[in-house]
């Protein structure tokens, strides 16, 4: 598959922008039409398959998941520190190198979101590389999915949920396809904003805090604390 995709990356770019633009237009179909409730059950249901299909696609333009995975691995496996050793110190010692860039680079995420990365890992097991592989990928995509339906609960614009979250193309290739972390601090923001909205002050601080455990960058949403 790799061979596939390196050797014909002109057709690979054609696939991509025909991809794109049928997202877009379901997009734009999901926005702009109006759906009856019956139908609207029936995008709830397609949404789920497609967020499941995305999920256990193979990564596309980003790495970033590998890295996750063995600076889980360096913690709960080898038993070191990710955010002081690299993987550049496991030379020909461990494969799962094959897959991981940056490998100068020590875990730049959260504590918290280290232990989440190392949950597949603890149940699993080391040697299974391609179940913890897809076990997380398909985690993502239901955190996903649970996502955009606890928007569609409380927002109560489904035609704008449907259209901006579960059929936008960047949030799939991110959430779903590359599997970003990103998706873990976008949710938990959203329940701090709908605790803040709602003056839930304690818990909205709470979920802040746990926030702040996947990245740190989430201090930028701290005026809203206040």
């Known amino acids: 598959l790799r061979d596939l995709g390196f050797n014909n990356?002109?057709?690979?770019?054609?696939?991509?922008?025909?991809?794109?633009?049928?997202?877009?237009?379901?997009?734009?179909?999901?926005?702009?039409?109006?759906?009856?409730?019956?139908?609207?059950?029936?995008?709830?249901?397609?949404?789920?398959?497609?967020?499941?299909?995305?999920?256990?696609?193979?990564?596309?333009l980003s790495y970033d998941l590998f890295s996750y995975f063995f600076g889980a691995k360096e913690a709960y496996v080898y038993h070191l520190d990710p955010y002081i050793i690299s993987p550049k110190n496991f030379p020909d010692q461990d494969f799962w190198l094959t897959f991981t860039r940056n490998i100068d680079t020590t875990f730049v995420y959260g504590r918290l979101f280290l232990f989440y990365a190392t949950l597949p890992i603890a149940l699993i097991g080391e040697s299974r590389f391609i179940t913890i592989f897809f076990f997380y990928k398909i985690?993502?995509?239901?955190?996903?999915?649970?996502?955009?339906?606890?928007?569609?609960k409380y927002?109560?614009?489904?035609?704008?949920?449907?259209?901006?979250?579960?059929?936008?193309?960047?949030?799939?290739?991110?959430?779903?396809?590359?599997?970003?972390?990103?998706?873990?601090?976008?949710?938990?923001?959203?329940?701090?904003?709908?605790l803040v909205i709602s003056k839930k002050r304690v818990a909205?601080?709470?979920?802040?805090?746990?926030?702040?455990?996947?990245?740190?960058?989430?201090?930028?949403?701290s005026p809203t604390v206040s």
Request: net charge positive; charged share 10%; glycine share 4%.
């Open 9 to 60: 990356r002109n057709t690979w770019v054609y696939v991509y922008i025909f991809v794109i633009l049928t997202i877009l237009g379901v997009q734009l179909s999901v926005l702009l039409k109006k759906w009856s409730h019956k139908q609207l059950k029936l995008l709830i249901l397609f949404s789920a398959l497609t967020t499941f299909i995305f999920s256990i696609s193979y990564n596309f």
């Open 139 to 152: 985690l993502q995509g239901a955190i996903f999915f649970l996502t955009g339906y606890f928007l569609l």
């Open 155 to 194: 927002i109560k614009e489904p035609n704008k949920i449907l259209a901006l979250w579960f059929f936008n193309s960047f949030l799939i290739i991110e959430f779903l396809v590359n599997s970003h972390n990103d998706l873990l601090m976008t949710t938990g923001m959203l329940i701090f904003l709908s």
């Open 204 to 221: 909205a601080f709470a979920t802040f805090i746990v926030t702040t455990g996947i990245k740190s960058y989430s201090f930028s949403n």
